[in-house]
């Protein structure tokens, strides 16, 4: 998988992948309602201009992104991470949070937060991040999610 910094041009495609996988992915774990709010305030626009602080990543096999973060270097935070649901199991999410370490060990970040989805969770535990309490994670949208503060050392 090719890892490279998003470019506007992405955000249609990256917008569509973030739906797809909140729709797939989530669904066991939240209500109908959150995640049609979740989705209802999504737009291509969120993943353009970003403040210099926030860094987008894609990950893309054969031309195709199959994955995305992005990360804010300011509050050393993930505010998200999300691979298509065709492509899960297949290592690209690992990649990708792994290339988001990699950025923030190269802005002199020692640690990393974030809040996970409660279907995730263990993915991000496979990989050294701790936590277990599940408290409301505040989204953009102002919906309060089910999630699990999670954070990892990484110098």
Not at 30 to 55: F, G, M
Not at 77 to 94: D, E, N, R, T
Not at 100 to 115: D, G, Q, R, T
């Amino acid at each position: 998988m090719n890892i490279r910094n998003a470019v506007d041009q992405d955000s249609q495609t990256i917008l569509e992948l973030h739906i797809d996988s909140i729709r797939n992915l989530c669904s066991k774990h939240y209500s109908e309602d959150s995640i049609k709010q979740w989705i209802d305030t999504r737009s291509a626009d969120t993943y353009k201009n970003l403040s210099p602080y926030r860094t987008l990543i894609v990950g893309e096999k054969n031309s195709e992104i199959v994955g995305f973060s992005l990360m804010d270097l300011e509050k050393q935070f993930v505010i998200c991470l999300f691979v298509s649901p065709q492509h899960i199991g297949k290592q690209y999410g690992k990649s990708l949070l792994n290339r988001v370490e990699e950025i923030a060990k190269n802005n002199s970040l020692n640690e990393l937060f974030l809040y996970s989805t409660l279907n995730a969770a263990g993915f991000y535990r496979r990989l050294g991040y701790i936590g277990e309490e599940i408290s409301r994670a505040p989204l953009a949208c102002g919906l309060k999610l089910d999630s699990i503060k999670m954070s990892k050392k990484i110098l």
